[in-house]
Nanobody, 115 residues
């Protein structure tokens, strides 16, 4: 069963950092892209960053220069390092992949940036 599980969210002050993890099971992570999305209260889910199976990365303009996506296939995990966090980064962060034409989403991890 294809599954991705997020962890690492929490409450942080503006300017702080968090590192989110996405742990994969039921498929070989090496061959697939991983993306991070987020959803703020009252807003639509939006793409934050993605990393291809070859390691190519993309970022939303709102997080460029602050967030870094990475992967460790041996650990079956992908990561989102978030620095210089802002209150507008608050939301539920989701890990996503597509395996065999099927979308797989995690349950999400809450990130709250507040003083």
């Amino acid at each position: 069963q294809v599954q991705v599980v997020e962890s690492g969210g929490g409450l942080v002050q503006p300017g702080g950092s968090l590192r989110l993890s996405c742990t994969a099971s039921g498929f070989t992570l090496d061959y697939y892209s991983i993306a991070w999305f987020r959803q703020a209260p009252g807003k639509e889910r939006e793409g934050v960053s993605c990393i291809s199976n070859s390691g190519s990365t993309n970022y939303a303009d709102s997080v460029k220069g602050r967030f870094t996506i990475s992967r460790d296939n041996a650990k079956k995990s992908a990561f989102l390092q978030m620095n210089s966090l802002k209150p507008e980064d608050t939301g539920v962060y989701y890990c996503h992949t597509v395996v065999g034409g099927f979308d797989s989403w995690g349950q999400g991890t809450q990130v709250t940036v507040s003083s």
